[in-house]
């Protein structure tokens, strides 16, 4: 296996700590456990708020249109379907629209402009879908929406 | 490696910590570096190894917190001792 070297510099005091704390755990050398903290700092972090990725498939789902409710077809990754269109009803190809949808209820949730960009929308949501237990993401969208502008 | 450490450590710090990293690694803590605007993986690892020593500190200061709460000042020391066996 290819391994990388790095140097960190500390500080005298830093560099007590660190030695007491790898001892502490039973680490071999403080680099190890330099190593360990930075492996464990970033997978906290990605269990606290990395966007889930999903899995989508063809499908069809019904959807609230501002005309009224339709089956349409698109993508589906449950909870979640995208279709190629806007809140007026299916749109031709490269029209640019592609509407996210929470199967569940059929309620749109937001209409963007590609449809990678309706996927990564529903792998940050998925987060408060799994945090609601299930239950329609129902957080603050307004740090969310931005980044996928329509 | 060839970067610089000079911007991210504070003046002082002239210990040297050698640290091995397989390619995953390397990736992750650069890749962490640049997020959190600092000049080098070195510096991420030091940031990161003190507060994983600051958070364990406070964790274990709220433990204590709980054990005086539950058993009145000094509590927290009492079951310690009778955890290790001390009178």
């Not at chain 1, 990388?4 to 790898?22: E, F, G, I, L």
């Not at chain 1, 408060?128 to 307004?142: A, F, Q, T």
Request: positive net charge.
């Amino acid at each position: 296996m290819k391994v990388a070297s790095y140097t960190v510099h500390a500080d005298a005091q830093q560099s007590v700590r660190w030695n007491r704390a790898a001892e502490g755990e039973g680490f071999t050398s403080t680099g190890a456990w330099l190593a360990a903290a930075a492996d464990s700092y970033l997978k906290a972090r990605a269990r606290a708020g990395m966007p889930i990725p999903l899995s989508w498939r063809k499908g069809r789902f019904r959807v609230e249109l501002q005309g009224g409710g339709a089956e349409l077809p698109g993508f589906v990754s449950m909870p979640f379907g995208a279709f190629r269109g806007t809140a007026a009803g299916r749109g031709v190809q490269a029209c640019h629209r592609y509407t996210l949808v929470y199967i569940p209820a059929g309620r749109i949730l937001a209409t963007v402009r590609t449809y990678q960009q309706c996927k990564a929308l529903a792998a940050e949501l998925a987060r408060l879908w799994v945090r609601g237990d299930g239950s329609e993401p129902s957080g603050n969208p307004v740090p969310v929406l931005p980044i996928h502008p329509a | 490696m060839g970067w610089d450490s000079k911007p991210s450590y504070p003046p002082g710090a002239g210990q040297k910590v050698p640290v091995r990293a397989t390619d995953a690694q390397k990736a992750a803590w650069e890749a962490a570096a640049r997020k959190h605007r600092m000049a080098s993986a070195g510096a991420f690892l030091a940031w990161a190894g003190d507060l994983y020593i600051a958070l364990h500190r406070a964790w274990e200061d709220a433990v204590q917190e709980h054990e005086d709460a539950l058993e009145g000042p000094g509590g927290a020391d009492r079951r310690r001792r009778e955890r290790e066996g001390q009178p």
